[in-house]
């Protein structure tokens, strides 16, 4: 089973403390001390240099700070990723699998730190206005570490909201992830980061 290389990514959202004028750098940087707990509804579009017609996906994603996130697919297949603190877990319905991975390796310098991380994002990534587009103001981020598994990424907020994310991979392949229904810190279960393989499914990763 392959995990989606943006996962390293999807963790970006939360909340702002309000600076009016402030750069959208300064805002990021609030927006993700200001928030231990989000939840909200996603779109997924992958497209690649080939040309092919996008992948689309949709689902609802939540996390809980530090390290512990869940991501649900809903369409067009359903896949459940799930890190606890200490593992990431990612079960293919379909195959009746599951992979499980130490976070520590699955979020490193990745876009799910900045999400489900320490807050250390000038330790991890080098940061930069990226002007507006659609309507969004745009950060940058490059990871400083090359084996962060992306070349880089941007964040896009609106007004004190994030709005989305684009991954750029080491492949030319792009994703973008537009979130609604955004909550930030609202209480979240702690079963819901808890993960139990389910009866007959094959396990394979580190255990």
Do not use: C
Request: glycine share 10%; aromatic share 10%; net charge positive.
């Amino acid at each position: 089973m392959k995990i989606p290389v943006f996962l390293s990514t999807f963790f970006t959202a939360a909340a702002i403390s309000g600076i009016a004028h402030a750069g959208a750098v300064d805002r990021l940087k609030a927006f993700v001390e200001g928030t231990k707990s989000a939840r909200a509804d996603f779109s997924q579009t992958v497209s690649g240099k080939s040309g092919r017609k996008p992948q689309v996906s949709s689902g609802q994603m939540m996390f809980a700070r530090p390290g512990k996130f869940r991501w649900v697919y809903d369409k067009p297949y359903p896949q459940l990723l799930v890190g606890d603190g200490r593992k990431l877990w990612v079960y293919d319905p379909d195959l009746k699998q599951v992979s499980v991975k130490t976070v520590g390796q699955a979020l490193g310098s990745s876009p799910a730190a900045l999400l489900a991380g320490d807050n250390a994002l000038e330790k991890n990534f080098h940061l930069a206005d990226a002007g507006n587009r659609d309507d969004l103001d745009w950060v940058e981020a490059k990871p400083k570490n090359a084996d962060g598994g992306f070349e880089r990424m941007r964040i896009g907020l609106a007004g004190n909201d994030l709005r989305a994310m684009e991954i750029i991979d080491n492949f030319g392949q792009t994703t973008l992830i537009r979130f609604t229904a955004f909550e930030r810190n609202p209480q979240l279960a702690p079963e819901l980061f808890r993960f139990v393989p389910p009866k007959g499914a094959d396990v394979v990763g580190e255990k």
